[in-house]
Structures are given as structure tokens and as C-alpha cells.
Nanobody, 119 residues
Framework: VQLQASGGGSVQPGGSLRLSCEAS????????MGWHRQAPGKLRELVAR???????DYVDSVMGRFTISRDNAKNTVYLQMNSLKPEDTAVYYC??????????????WGRGTLVTVSS
């Protein structure tokens, strides 16, 4: 299973970006999906997650600005980021929890996409 993230880039403060992450390969059902980020010199942190039922959680710092969504038919997770701030600058990683052929739940990570917010 491979996760391909896209949509990162450079944007001015107050701008918007939409990240996408599509999974390819064999997963026999997908459970949770999410986005983490790692800023320079900082630990990786959970930004947002969405359950198979559509329930969402966000880190406080992005609440009201970011929206996570998913397309189960496409095994794709999105992160709409609005009102971006310089402190949102980080490499963003997507994660999916999917079942393998033995019905074992595994976590799969994308390689990361860089988001830079700067004037």
C-alpha cells in the first residue's frame, strides 16, 4: 500500500491550500484517516483525523481553519487549510489505517508534502 500526498506549496499568510492523499494497493477496508505535521525542530503532531463514520478531531491550533474530509470510494483523504499562518509551516504527512488480507489493522504513512506560509 502506498499513500501519495499532494497539494503542498508556498502561500502567504491568510491564504489557503488543499492537501490530498490517495492510497493505492490492497487494503481490505479502511478505518481512520488523518494528517500529521512536523515543523522544523519540533516533534510530529496530529493535526486532524476522521473516522470511518465521518467523526473528526482537530488540534486546537487549527480548529475553525482546517477541515478534514474523505472519499471512501477513492481511498482519499483531504485537508482544506484556510487562514494559514506562518506557524502552520511544516511537512504534512497523511496516515491511513487499513486492514490487510489477514484482517490485521495496519497504519500506512505518506511521504509528506511541504507547506510553507510566509510573506
Amino acid at each position: 500500500v502506498q499513500l501519495q500526498a499532494s497539494g503542498g506549496g508556498s502561500v502567504q499568510p491568510g491564504g489557503s491550500l488543499r492537501l490530498s492523499c490517495e492510497a493505492s494497493g490492497s487494503m481490505f477496508g479502511v478505518d481512520g484517516m488523518g494528517w500529521h505535521r512536523q515543523a522544523p525542530g519540533k516533534l510530529r503532531e496530529l493535526v486532524a483525523r476522521i473516522t470511518s463514520g465521518g467523526s473528526t478531531d482537530y488540534v486546537d491550533s487549527v480548529m475553525g481553519r482546517f477541515t478534514i474530509s474523505r472519499d471512501n470510494a477513492k481511498n482519499t483523504v483531504y485537508l482544506q487549510m484556510n487562514s494559514l499562518k506562518p506557524e502552520d509551516t511544516a511537512v504534512y504527512y497523511c496516515i491511513m489505517q487499513g486492514y490487510d488480507a489477514a484482517h490485521i489493522l495496519r497504519s500506512y504513512w505518506g511521504r509528506g508534502t511541504l507547506v510553507t506560509v510566509s510573506s
